[in-house]
């Protein structure tokens, strides 16, 4: 946090806006709309709750199929077992480690040779990179299905040079701690649907009738964002792409530092894609690091207590959904199996970074 978020913060106070509604909501809208290239915005709670509002408004109901990119964190799937609908797993391609356009058409196809139609996809930009959009759409456009896009971790890049999170019907963001932009928790719904953003508002705010009194006729939720978050995330859009700057500053200094350990790779930027490094991972292959593994390499960082990650585990292996079809060719198992999320704060310095590093270095040397 810097000076700009405490200013917007104070302002808040001053002016005794500290309701789920107010100037800074509105603001941090309209920063988002125009960073986006996006005509509506709705600032909410968290990602997750914007995905649960998109999904509704899409109309998935009870008993539906939902596609979902198999290879994400649980909060792009859980809103769809909220629903009461059965998410349809779609495995990666390797290039972007992101949803495969084949394995989504393939899923589809079979789907509809059981009489079963589903009606959203939900693709993910993981780790920041960019997934196959213009493929992705084409699939989607042909078989009639809307595309919810969890843009959650790709805020700042770009493909084609548009703004990841501007591509779905609906997409949307997540400011939770770990993001890499943070209101300390919250989300958004984008559109260039109007009646879309109005309704995930309406619905975000508990579904009050227009009346004197409290009325409802339809279910609703406590999904909007307050103002003293929005007014952190305005000051946090200030800096939105110094923060870009800073994390792929550190996946520079990793990829120079560690490509030249054997088996050891990282995610390229396929053309037309820029990404905003938000996490820095990298892919051990044991058949050709001399048997050194990314748990090798976790737990020697981790005796230095240093944090490392394993990738996301992928959906279709969690036990909470050990019964949802899956589509895919074990791409996204073997990037759980080898990959590890390195340090990647936007605040590490060039001593952190050399520290990592040499451990790095340490556990294959341990290995010789
Ligand atoms: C963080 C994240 C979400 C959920 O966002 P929250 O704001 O934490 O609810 C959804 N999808 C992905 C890929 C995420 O990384």
């Not at 972007?96 to 079963?116: F, H, T, V, Y």
């Not at 703004?163 to 943070?182: A, E």
């Not at 930027?269 to 690091?289: H, K, M, Q, Y």
Request: hydrophobic content about 40%.
């Amino acid at each position: 946090m810097g000076s700009e978020e405490f200013e917007r913060v104070r302002e808040a106070f001053d002016t005794n806006w500290i309701a789920p509604l107010g100037p800074h909501v509105d603001g941090f809208e309209h920063d988002l709309q125009e960073y986006m290239g996006v005509a509506h915005a709705a600032a909410l709670s968290s990602g997750t709750a914007a995905i649960h509002l998109a999904l509704i408004i899409l109309g998935v109901q009870r008993g539906d199929y939902v596609l979902c990119q198999s290879f994400t964190f649980s909060g792009s799937a859980n809103p769809i077992a909220y629903l009461g609908a059965t998410p349809v797993f779609i495995d990666s391609e390797p290039d972007s480690w992101n949803m495969c356009p084949d394995a989504l058409e393939r899923a589809i196809l079979d789907l509809k040779s059981q009489g079963k139609r589903a009606k959203v996809v939900i693709p993910v930009h993981l780790y920041g990179m960019p997934a196959r959009m213009t493929a992705i759409t084409e699939v989607a456009r042909r078989h009639d299905l809307y595309i919810v896009e969890d843009a959650a971790e790709a805020l700042g890049s770009t493909l084609d040079g548009n703004p990841c999170g501007s591509f779905g019907d609906i997409s949307i963001l997540s400011f939770n701690g770990n993001k890499i932009i943070t209101t300390s928790g919250g989300g958004a719904l984008l559109s260039n649907r109007a009646e879309w953003v109005q309704k995930a508002r309406f619905l975000s705010t508990q579904a009050r009738d227009a009346a004197p009194h409290y009325q409802h006729s339809q279910i609703g939720y406590n999904y909007r964002m307050s103002n003293v978050c929005a007014a952190i995330g305005r000051g946090q859009m200030t800096v939105l792409n110094d923060r870009v700057e800073a994390r792929r500053r550190n996946h520079a200094y990793y990829k120079r530092s560690l490509s030249d350990l054997p088996g050891l790779s990282f995610l390229p930027e396929p053309a037309g894609c820029f990404s905003n490094r938000w996490l820095t991972c990298v892919l051990i292959d044991p058949e050709r690091s001399g048997d050194v593994t990314r748990e090798t390499v976790r737990l020697v960082l981790d005796a230095q207590n240093i944090e490392s990650r394993p990738l996301w585990k992928p959906m279709h292996m969690q036990p909470i959904f050990t019964d949802a079809p899956n589509y895919g060719d074990g791409t996204s198992e073997r990037l759980f199996m080898n990959g590890l999320c390195l340090p990647s704060g936007s605040n590490l310095s060039e001593t952190d970074l050399q520290r990592v590093v040499k451990q790095i270095k340490t556990a294959y040397s341990n290995h010789d």
